[in-house]
């Protein structure tokens, strides 16, 4: 038995002992393996990055004063950078874009169809916005001049007369309750309040004075009905923020006129020029496309004026409890609670035949509900409104300045036509000028300060875009050709306006601005130190 036993622990010790052995290879085995493959991504990786160094940026910096041409090079580095970063973001998103129309709308999103057409205008005019940004002129130029081509230059302009008029409409209109949803929510109550007798002078004597210039103009020169005169002379009479504030700003930053308070006086007096302007186009537009008896027609005008203030103050209201202040997120459902309720009240006055209700009534919910946001935000900070609504309209300002220059059809404009309207907007804008300086009159400004204040109310853009269109929309919806004549002409004078003050206006404002504006002591010291410490 001892024999049996001994045997048996042998065999045992045996299959332990190779047991042992085999373990102890597969673990060098695998050791080896765990070391070799480090080794080989090691090499791998250095290998790529030998290959890869010269053209990384974080191995090439640029130098302090680096040149043109190493500029040029740093920025052709990976990874993308700068501009050329910005260039390929665009153009992916471009493709994804168009992909993704592709597969929802199929022959809709291919050339000749409406989504296509409204594709290319839409980045198109962001192109064209981009590239004459680069002259100091305002990118809404370089975006009308961009819809005007696609519809007048012969190999595009598919591009331009395919685009459904329904749906141009449509984005226009949505395009202008953003605007006034800014305007709104930009309206300080304070500031409005603390107005100046100044301010209101220049907000009202200009603006009135222009448009009662040019409704006479337009009736005797055009042959415009008179309801359709002061309609145009609304529409031209707006002064343009997107031109007018940001070169104000500018000169602001830079110490100029700030002493009179001058970038202040115009920025105020712009935003109740725009609403005066804005109202007052939509009582002529209710008188205009009203009818049957007379005096029901002139009081239908402020009434509907009065039935927009109403809307908006009620839903301005509404808007003060909701969404709900635990609500995760709520800059973003008001956000969509303000477009909502605007774009309702711009379609819907519409279709009940009461179209001078829905920009006022756009404009002042707007205004109310901002009332109480801004208490909040002063206690628990930035709502991100504005941000939210800033969003919308860059999405929609390429939308709606292509729109309006691709309306414009130049071969069915009359030579004459043109002239006149040209002498109508000539006859206007110089009336802007003299009133506008009488209205700073005895205001305290020197004498270049009052001549510059003119210059500065010159700028006509946005508001002319957002309703110059307007009237030929309802015109189209009545299909009274006659009607559609005028709007025609309208929405026409309306971009000549744009295309012709909007570039001089911004010009004029810069050069004369460092000329007849003084500047801030306090600046001029800085400057003056800054010379010495260089020197």
Not at 220 to 232: A, R, S, T, V
Not at 266 to 276: G, K, P
Not at 293 to 305: F, S, W
């Amino acid at each position: 038995m001892s024999n049996v036993y001994q045997d048996t622990n042998i065999e045992l010790e045996g299959v332990c002992e190779s047991t042992s052995l085999q373990n102890d290879s597969r673990i060098r085995q695998s050791s080896e393996t765990e070391i070799e493959t480090p080794k080989r991504c090691v090499g791998l990786h250095i290998c790529c990055q030998k290959i890869s160094k010269p053209l990384l940026t974080k191995s090439h910096p640029l130098p302090e004063n680096p040149s043109i041409c190493q500029r040029l090079k740093y920025s052709f580095l990976c990874p993308p950078h700068g501009n050329l970063a910005w260039y390929m973001q665009f153009l992916i998103l471009v493709g994804i874009t168009w992909t993704v129309l592709v597969s929802l709308t199929h022959s809709e999103a291919l050339p000749g169809g409406n989504f296509f057409s409204l594709f290319v205008l839409f980045y198109g005019a962001i192109v064209g916005g981009y590239f004459i940004s680069f002259f100091k002129l305002p990118p809404l130029l370089g975006m009308l001049i961009v819809g005007a081509a696609l519809r007048n230059i012969p190999v595009v302009k598919i591009v331009g007369e395919s685009i459904s008029m329904p749906w141009s409409s449509a984005l226009r209109q949505t395009a202008l309750t953003v605007i006034l949803i800014r305007a709104g929510l930009g309206l300080d109550p304070q500031a409005l309040r603390k107005l100046s007798f100044t301010v209101l002078r220049l907000a009202f004597i200009p603006c009135l004075a222009e448009c009662c210039a040019e409704a006479v103009a337009a009736h005797f020169l055009l042959g415009f009905p008179w309801e359709w005169g002061f309609m145009l002379g609304f529409v031209l009479a707006a002064v343009s923020p997107a031109v007018v504030v940001p070169s104000l700003l500018s000169l602001s930053d830079r110490g100029f006129g700030l002493d009179k308070g001058i970038p202040t006086l115009v920025i105020a007096a712009a935003s109740v020029d725009d609403v005066l302007a804005i109202t007052g186009f939509g009582v002529v537009l209710g008188i205009a496309f009203s009818k049957g008896d007379i005096a029901l027609t002139i009081v239908k005008g402020p009434l509907e004026a009065l039935l927009g203030v109403v809307y908006g103050i009620i839903v301005g209201v509404i808007m003060w409890y909701l969404p709900s202040k635990d609500t995760n997120n709520p800059a973003l459902y008001r956000s969509l609670l303000l477009l909502g309720a605007g774009m309702l009240a711009t379609f819907g006055s519409s279709v009940v035949h009461l179209s001078g209700a829905g920009p006022l009534g756009c404009l002042t919910l707007a205004f109310i509900a901002a009332l109480r946001w801004r208490k909040e935000a002063e206690k628990e900070g930035d709502n991100g409104i504005n941000d939210m609504v800033g969003l919308l309209w860059m999405i929609f300002q390429p939308l709606l300045f292509g729109l309006i220059g691709a309306a414009v059809d130049v071969n069915a404009i009359d030579g004459s036509t043109v002239g006149l309207a040209m002498g109508t907007l000539a006859i206007g804008l110089f009336i802007r000028l003299c009133a506008s300086f009488g209205a700073v009159l005895f205001s305290g400004l020197s004498t270049k300060e009052m001549l510059f204040i003119p210059i500065a109310w010159l700028p006509k853009a946005t508001v002319q875009a957002a309703i110059g269109g307007i009237a030929l929309d309802e015109a189209t919806k009545r299909g009274d050709a006659n009607l559609m004549a005028l709007g025609t002409s309208v929405l026409t004078i309306a971009v000549l306006s744009i295309v012709v003050t909007a570039p001089i206006g911004a010009a004029l404002i810069a050069i004369f601005g460092p000329l007849w504006l003084e500047k801030r002591k306090e600046d001029e010291d800085c400057n003056d130190n800054e010379v010495d410490d260089a020197s």
